[in-house]
């Protein structure tokens, strides 16, 4: 799923207002997935639920019917292996198991976008792996100074390069997938890498927003794409993390639109103070 426009929409402070509420939504449909993930449970009752508090606020999920094959779900639940874009169905969650939720909402068209990646509870530490919590932590956290980087950067490359400074080297950095722009559409340009580049790539303004979303693996970050034209996995298997949130740039700095706080509890420990539009 990547931008399809090369022009960068510069919003309002309205259009921002807007954007907060699709935000809300997703941050919603993903707090019911997180409470009702447990073993036993389906990827397909999952999605069922994200479906249900989307619509239930008078909003469209973003990734149904997305794209060429149609994504035939409201979410992306991808487990273990799985880097991103997995496909809802009958597969059941296992104690252990490292999982990540992608999901979108459309609400007076404008986009939320966000994911998060976690580990389905076990109840004997036997089931737990170390490595697995490390992974998480450390793809979460580098979402976070990605983010931080908005409110120091000049440029759109400062949030690759500040992603990889924390990565440093203790996972692998998956580059053939990214972030991107979001706003009437759910993926606009520009491309947001995660890793450091020598392009000078466009400025960050006021009015930008964005969706910043690391891939780490344990592993090694080389992916394929499965045969349903859709689930992204590991080329050696190994696991993976996923985390998202969709931020805009004002002019008083970053605002995290899918946090409920804005990201002011995250980025505060970063040295970043946020201050949200009035309403």
Not at 139 to 159: C, F, K, N, P, Y
Not at 219 to 241: I, K
Request: with cysteine.
């Amino acid at each position: 799923m990547r931008a399809v426009s090369e022009r960068i929409e510069v919003k309002t402070p309205e259009q921002i207002r807007l954007m907060r509420r699709a935000g809300l939504v997703v941050a919603d449909a993903l707090d019911a997935v997180r409470a009702a993930l447990r073993p036993g449970v389906t990827t397909l009752e999952l999605d069922g639920i994200a479906e249900h508090v989307i619509r239930s606020a008078d909003a469209t999920p973003s990734f149904l019917g997305y794209g060429h094959p149609p994504f035939p779900a409201s979410t992306c639940i991808s487990v273990n292996d799985e880097v991103v874009h997995g496909i809802p169905g009958p597969r059941l969650i296992r104690a252990g198991d490292v999982v990540s939720v992608d999901c979108g909402a459309i609400l007076s068209g404008w986009h939320g976008d966000a994911a998060f990646t976690t580990i389905v509870a076990p109840d004997e530490a036997a089931d737990a792996d170390p490595a697995d919590d490390t992974l998480v932590d450390i793809t979460e956290q580098s979402m976070w100074h990605g983010i931080a980087a908005i409110a120091d950067g000049h440029r759109l490359v400062d949030i690759g390069a500040a992603i990889e400074d924390f990565v440093a080297g203790r996972f692998g950095i998956v580059e053939d997938y990214g972030g991107h722009g979001i706003g009437t559409a759910m993926h606009e340009a520009p491309h947001v890498v995660n890793y450091r580049t020598r392009a000078r790539g466009p400025k960050l303004k006021p009015g930008i927003c964005l969706a910043i979303e690391p891939m780490l693996t344990i592993g090694e970050p080389e992916t394929r794409v499965q045969p349903d034209q859709w689930t992204v996995v590991t080329v050696d298997g190994s696991r993976a993390a996923h985390w998202e949130h969709t931020v805009a740039l004002t002019d008083r700095g970053p605002w995290v639109l899918t946090a409920r706080d804005g990201g002011e509890h995250e980025l505060k420990m970063l040295g970043v103070k946020v201050v949200p539009l009035s309403d």
